[in-house]
């Protein structure tokens, strides 16, 4: 059974920095999207960003573009989600999830494209 499994989350004061992993079992990543993607309280589950893992192509979200960096360890069958300069708002769940759709700067983030999903890793943010 194809599973995906998120750790990494915890309490990070603002400025500081979190390392996200997203391991695959029952599967490789090779010939898979891999995107990543996080849901606040009260709001709706948003992109955050994306990796084709046999080129290494990625696309991010406005909002973590430039602080975020996905990266995929192929012996290790796991993606990683480093993130930098944390704020405040990007306290929520991470999911990782998997794609075999093709890879387009407009279309990256369509979350029915997505499946499996893991269970989700919390993060939060304090001031």
């Known amino acids: 059974e194809a599973q995906l499994v998120e750790s990494g989350g915890g309490l990070v004061q603002a400025g500081g920095s979190l390392r996200l992993s997203c391991a695959a079992s029952?599967?490789?990543?090779?010939?898979?999207?891999v995107g990543w993607f996080r849901q606040a309280p009260g709001k709706e589950r948003e992109g955050v960003g994306c990796m084709r893992i046999r080129d290494g192509v990625t696309f991010y979200g406005s909002s973590v573009k430039g602080r975020f960096t996905i990266s995929s360890d192929n012996a290790k069958n796991t993606v990683y989600l480093q993130m930098n300069s944390l704020k405040l708002e990007d306290t929520a769940v991470y999911f990782c999830?998997?794609?075999?759709?093709?890879?387009?700067?407009?279309?990256?983030?369509?979350?029915?494209?997505?499946?499996?999903w893991g269970q989700g890793t919390q993060v939060t943010v304090s001031s």
């Open positions: 029952g599967f490789t990543f090779d010939d898979y999207v």
């Open positions: 999830a998997v794609s075999t759709r093709p890879l387009t700067d407009w279309g990256w983030a369509v979350q029915r494209n997505f499946y499996p």
